[in-house]
């Protein structure tokens, strides 16, 4: 019967979708490729994975304290390379401070130092960021990642959160977004000698959006394998700017021994799975 025959098309249609994974997906076929020797069995079993599309109709409102930005003034070293899947900032070391940049309060529930940026970005000008609002993506997504401080980090506590990753968004706009020069100088320079590395010097607190009281949070993972389970995710509302020029430097690298431009390097969002989206507003910085 016509009833059956439905039943049985729902049923399939279950079946196949749990099947298809990242790697069936023609848009980032060479990107998840790019990960071929590493453990993906937390990527398709994981209950927490990211990005996420955060629909801002179900979030729901929390106030936490203000983060606590220590030494993002500082001029920092890092050594920016083309890591076959995208660009990465290893921050090395602070030139004057002692300690790198840390972030606390603002809900994390720890100090976390920052470990590297790193860019996701796509083929065209309206997609390539991995965090989605609403369903809108953003052309390019900057990750800064962070790594909880502590003498050992307790495997048996009930929080989870070893790593806190900061997200922002870009957003195409008619002049070039003069906070990023330090990075574009590093691309220029990176392409141009034909080097695997270059070093940079950055300050943390001018990449960040001026507003960094409004934000979204929630549990995750990494977004590349092994996918580990173990992020706070803080999602900046305030989208950054970059110019069409600046985001079309970052598309003219390639995979390793290939002639493949490194393209589409975003992953796909996750199934929420019940998991709590926060829109949070703290006070301001003191």
């Known amino acids: 019967s016509d009833n059956m025959n439905i039943i049985a098309f729902?049923?399939?249609?279950f079946v196949c979708a749990r099947v298809y994974s990242e790697r069936d997906h023609p848009r980032n076929h060479a990107y998840w490729k790019s990960f071929e020797n590493l453990e993906k069995r937390l990527c398709k079993e994981g209950s927490r994975q990211s990005p996420i599309n955060i629909e801002k109709d179900?979030?729901?409102?929390?106030?936490?304290?203000?983060?606590?930005?220590?030494?993002?003034?500082?001029?920092?070293n890092a050594s920016m390379s083309n890591n076959g899947h995208s660009i990465v900032l290893e921050i090395?070391?602070?030139?004057?401070?002692?300690?790198?940049?840390?972030?606390?309060?603002?809900?994390?529930?720890?100090?976390?130092?920052?470990?590297?940026?790193?860019?996701?970005w796509g083929i065209n000008y309206n997609e390539g960021s991995e965090h989605r609002i609403s369903g809108t993506s953003f052309p390019i997504e900057l990750h800064m990642v962070h790594k909880k401080v502590g003498d050992k980090f307790d495997k048996n506590s009930m929080d989870l959160n070893e790593f806190a990753i900061l997200s922002m968004m870009f957003q195409i706009s008619t002049s070039q977004n003069s906070k990023l020069e330090p990075i574009i100088e590093g691309i220029h320079e990176l392409r141009e000698k034909e080097i695997n590395r270059t070093l940079i010097k950055l300050q943390?607190?001018?990449?960040?959006?001026?507003?960094?009281t409004e934000f979204f949070r929630y549990e995750g993972s990494f977004t590349v394998p092994s996918c580990?389970?173990?992020?706070?995710?803080?999602?900046?509302?305030?989208?950054?700017?970059?110019?069409?020029?600046?985001?079309?430097?970052?598309?003219?690298?390639?995979?390793p021994n290939s002639t493949t431009r490194i393209m589409n390097n975003y992953r796909e969002v996750q199934p929420l799975n019940g998991r709590i989206v926060f829109d949070v507003t703290t006070d301001k910085l003191i």
């Open 10 to 13: 729902i049923f399939l249609s």
């Open 228 to 255: 580990n389970e173990t992020v706070i995710w803080t999602v900046f509302k305030e989208p950054l700017n970059i110019s069409k020029y600046q985001l079309y430097l970052f598309k003219q690298f390639k995979y």
């Open 204 to 212: 943390m607190n001018k990449i960040l959006p001026r507003n960094v």
């Open 58 to 76: 179900k979030v729901i409102k929390a106030k936490f304290k203000p983060f606590h930005f220590e030494n993002y003034d500082a001029e920092v």
């Open 92 to 120: 090395k070391q602070s030139t004057k401070h002692t300690s790198l940049p840390r972030i606390s309060y603002g809900g994390l529930g720890g100090t976390y130092e920052i470990q590297e940026l790193h860019f996701h």
